[in-house]
């Protein structure tokens, strides 16, 4: 069977999300375009993913709760979980390795989670756009250590991938990603990159407003509608971009 895949959104917790980004917003935009799953990723924080999961599984959706943390190299990196209490507690580990920067949500923008019914519950103080402290070979054992999967995300952009940080993608064996992201302007006018045939490839919207969501998605050949029939069709490659237009 063949399932639609939407693995980077943002939402409000994000800095750089709009405040409308709330999980039921983020659930509802997915049904619209026929996602069957999704995964919330906000920068170096889970708070969002109890809601995100409750209401995106009543809703058919197959739910994964996630990050996307920031390197000591400034390296993004998506961490993808199956369940919120996954998510929560490698996002307390991140968020101790935090700088203790002030915030200031009229510069950056708000960093708040909410309930299923969009009440806000609370802000994070700490600037969630920043680097942590710790190495990205450090994120990735921990990512695993937490039963999840790690995907540098949009590795060719400039500023926040792999590539222009680090200069090189090395063979999964030396890296420990259990597949790669690449960005919208790489999917318009794809080239070929060292080792890239050696991962699964995905495609994602890293929406930041609800307009944005589905905008670029993944294929995925799965026996279900599961995290464990997902993460093998990632080991499998079993994946397939739709040409964009």
Not at 107 to 125: M, N, P
Not at 149 to 156: E, R
Request: include cysteine; proline fraction near 7%; charged fraction near 20%.
């Amino acid at each position: 069977m063949t399932f639609r895949c939407d693995l980077h959104i943002h939402s409000c917790l994000s800095p750089c999300g709009d405040l409308t980004m709330s999980p039921k917003r983020i659930v509802e935009e997915a049904l619209r375009h026929n996602l069957d799953i999704v995964a919330l990723t906000d920068h170096n924080s889970a708070l969002n993913c109890p809601a995100f999961f409750s209401l995106a599984t009543q809703s058919g959706i197959l739910p994964i709760c996630g990050l996307e943390i920031t390197s000591r190299e400034e390296v993004h990196i998506l961490a993808l979980f199956e369940t919120p209490s996954q998510a929560l507690s490698l996002g307390e580990w991140i968020y101790e390795a935090l700088a203790p920067l002030s915030f200031d949500p009229e510069k950056y923008g708000d960093q708040v989670y909410v309930d299923t019914d969009e009440v806000i519950l609370g802000a994070v103080d700490r600037y969630l756009g920043q680097a942590c402290e710790y190495s990205l070979e450090e994120i990735i054992h921990a990512i695993h250590n937490h039963e999840g999967l790690a995907i540098p995300s949009h590795i060719d952009r400039p500023g926040s991938g792999l590539l222009d940080n680090l200069g090189f993608l090395l063979p999964p064996e030396e890296t420990g990603f259990d597949a790669i992201e690449l960005s919208k302007s790489y999917w318009l006018s794809p080239y070929p990159l060292p080792n890239q045939h050696k991962y699964a490839c995905l495609a994602s919207s890293d929406a930041h407003y609800p307009d944005a969501i589905g905008c670029l998605f993944t294929l995925c050949e799965m026996e279900e509608k599961s995290w464990k029939a997902f993460a093998k069709a990632l080991k499998n490659k079993n994946l397939h971009i739709p040409p964009l237009v």
